[in-house]
């Protein structure tokens, strides 16, 4: 069986990665000269870190990675703990994976290398697709066509393919705009921030940071309700300035944090109508492109991974009948995702709440039952995407 993979991001990627292992023959086409994540961080729970150890991604993981200790969620203004859950030892432990934080380019360039050169295509820029019989044809800008017997379309939140499915999309804004800051250990070595990931929860806004590059680099992402910016971008240059005012009266570690980044940007944060279906024919979608999710869940690229897996055990289980291995896995994997994009709005709604009886609420649950406690976070960790 031959797959056509549209996007060599981390979801393409693994997803061939994982397709390959399980006999296919695939090429993954990426637009981009060359395999370049942003400059962010990206967090990988056990749920797709077990997927990629059984890539034998094992060494590069370590090598790239920082494994956190804890999950530290704290109040915006005194630094008091809400709740702080382990994420280090004791996940391994208990679901069989390590928790992982990277630096996107880092997890991109280990998996790309991990894939044979011959099946990666870059400079490969979709225009248009047709389905003929069983076969597949993507024709690309470059003038390149590839015929294929399943096309998947794992080009992100701005997916070609879904729009040649669908239609133009209709993104919502939901009035959030995020900041992020990469910055250097150097810079921030008399702040003393503990190997974990920490969440500073506070009205209309929060803040997450965690350590990745091999502990170089700080990941620094600010989130606020009620922004007038409303571009999606990734690469839009914001001010450092304007972040600092909108954290005034902010802890110390947080406004030490953004004060220390050498440079910020600024996107706005939109969400989807759920799709009522991912698939049509022999091409469906993956990751971002099907199921964007606000990133209050830190789920985005896990659930991409999954997919990957999903698909590539159906694709192996039913190889003569490829429409119906793609029913399959939209009914194994819909309704997770799913389930996660509406765990992340809540999140939104929860980590920005102003101080009154509904964050007294909040603080209070986040101490005695810990909904990032061991119990209650293992129907995410323990699951296991190639088990369909």
Sequence with gaps: MRVAIVGGGIGGLSAALQ??????????????PRIAEIGAGIQISPNASRLLLRLGLGSAMEAAGVRPRAVHQ???DDGRTLQR????????????????????ADLANLLAGALPPERLHVGHKLIDLAQKSE??????ENGALSEADLLVGADGIHSRVRTLLFGPEKPRFTGCVAWRGLVPAERIKRLDIEI????????????????VAGGRMMNVVCVVEH???????????GDVGDVLARYEGWHPTVRGLIGAFPETFIWALHDRAELPRWSLGRVTLLGDACHPMLPMMAQGAAQSIEDGAALAS??????????????RYEAVRKPR??????????????????????????????????DRSVANIGWLYGHDAAAV
């Excluded at 076969?135 to 690309?140: C, D, G, K, P, S």
């Excluded at 996660?340 to 209070?364: I, M």
């Design 74 to 76: 704290r109040r915006w």
């Design 314 to 327: 159906l694709l192996k289980a039913m190889p003569d009948d490829i429409e119906g291995a793609l029913a």
């Design 135 to 140: 076969r597949v044809v993507a024709r690309f």
């Design 196 to 211: 974990a990931s920490h969440n500073w929860m506070g009205p209309d806004g929060h803040v997450v940071h965690y350590w």
């Design 85 to 104: 859950a382990p994420l280090g030892s004791e996940i391994e432990a208990t679901f069989g994976a390590p928790y992982y934080h990277f630096h996107r």
């Design 19 to 32: 397709l390959l292992k399980a006999g296919l023959d695939v090429h993954v086409y990426e637009q981009a």
């Design 337 to 370: 995702a799913t389930k996660l994009q509406q765990a992340s709005a809540a999140n939104r709604a929860r980590f920005h709440l102003h101080d009154g009886p509904e964050q007294r609420k909040r603080d209070e649950a986040m101490a005695t039952s810990g």
């Design 227 to 237: 922004g007038a910016w409303t571009n999606e971008s990734w690469t839009d240059k």
